[in-house]
């Protein structure tokens, strides 16, 4: 399992669980852009690793380390997105980028680069 794909899953369970107490399969493939049969598949992988509680055709809710995941990989996100916008990068383009940035950037690169954003603002 690929860490970006891992991630992204994650981030979107916990967006769905946001806005309908949990991440239904077909709700789900739809945001992700893939089909339902993949979803399941890696729905299953996720619960194996502890990530996620799910039941075919129920859908999936993040545990602690999901969710600790997926907040991190949130937070990445929201740092990079304001940094770009902050050096002028236009909306939609600044949060394609942030969204591939936030899978790769350490952890530690993002506390600095909020600490520079905190000297600039």
Request: glycine letters at 6%; charged letters at 35%.
């Amino acid at each position: 399992m690929r860490k970006s794909t891992v991630e992204q899953y994650l981030k979107t369970i916990y967006s769905l669980e946001m806005e309908a107490g949990m991440a239904r399969t077909k709700i789900l493939a739809e945001r992700l852009g893939v089909k339902p049969p993949s979803v399941s598949e890696f729905c299953r992988k996720l619960r194996g690793k502890g990530y996620i509680s799910w039941e075919p055709y129920q859908g999936a809710r993040l545990t602690d380390t999901g969710r600790e995941i997926a907040n991190r990989v949130q937070e990445k996100y929201e740092v990079i997105w304001s940094f770009l916008l902050s050096l002028g990068v236009e909306y939609d383009e600044a949060r394609e980028q942030a969204c591939s940035m936030e899978h790769e950037i350490s952890d530690e690169s993002v506390k600095k680069l909020k600490a520079l954003i905190r000297k600039v603002d």
